[in-house]
């Protein structure tokens, strides 16, 4: 899986460390989250969410970057976002997963999840440069 970045009048921002792979499938739990799966990837983004308030909303809105039809098309333009609710998600996430959570570090190394930390870091700089152009940035992945 690949992550794509992109800042509204400016296009993709290029590659992510590890492709972004790591932090496209936290965010895809994270969307089936509540409805009763199990995985450590649920784990994760539930002690991101509760015990480091990392807000989720922003991380669950990306769509596949392949539009094969219009209603592709419509659904990744819904996709872009006010880039400072993206950095205060990404913020919170980067706090959480260096706080020496015990529990949440072993989750990740579970998930083999290395990656997650360093990607979320790299985005985290795109949302902020996004926010200081004033500008909606919008996340797309690629099987």
Request: glycine share 12%; net charge negative; hydrophobic share 45%.
């Given at each position: 899986m690949e992550l794509t970045v992109e800042i509204e009048g400016e296009g993709s921002q290029g590659e992510l460390p590890?492709?972004?792979a790591d932090l496209v499938?936290?965010?895809?739990?994270?969307?089936?989250?509540g409805f009763g799966a199990r995985h450590p990837y649920i784990e994760i983004v539930d002690r991101l969410h509760l015990d480091h308030d990392v807000r989720l909303?922003?991380?669950?809105?990306f769509y596949e970057g392949l539009v094969e039809d219009e209603e592709d098309a419509m659904k990744l333009e819904m996709t872009w976002q006010d880039a400072p609710k993206l950095r205060a998600?990404?913020?919170a996430m980067e706090r959480g997963l260096a706080a020496g959570d015990a529990v949440l570090d072993a989750l990740v190394?579970?998930?083999q999840g290395e990656g997650l930390r360093e990607q979320c870091t790299a985005v985290?700089?795109?949302a902020q440069e996004a926010e200081a152009q004033g500008k909606r940035i919008r996340l797309s992945y690629a099987l």
């Amino acid at each position: 899986m690949e992550l794509t970045v992109e800042i509204e009048g400016e296009g993709s921002q290029g590659e992510l460390p590890g492709g972004g792979a790591d932090l496209v499938a936290l965010m895809s739990f994270a969307v089936v989250r509540g409805f009763g799966a199990r995985h450590p990837y649920i784990e994760i983004v539930d002690r991101l969410h509760l015990d480091h308030d990392v807000r989720l909303g922003p991380l669950t809105t990306f769509y596949e970057g392949l539009v094969e039809d219009e209603e592709d098309a419509m659904k990744l333009e819904m996709t872009w976002q006010d880039a400072p609710k993206l950095r205060a998600s990404l913020e919170a996430m980067e706090r959480g997963l260096a706080a020496g959570d015990a529990v949440l570090d072993a989750l990740v190394a579970e998930v083999q999840g290395e990656g997650l930390r360093e990607q979320c870091t790299a985005v985290l700089g795109l949302a902020q440069e996004a926010e200081a152009q004033g500008k909606r940035i919008r996340l797309s992945y690629a099987l």
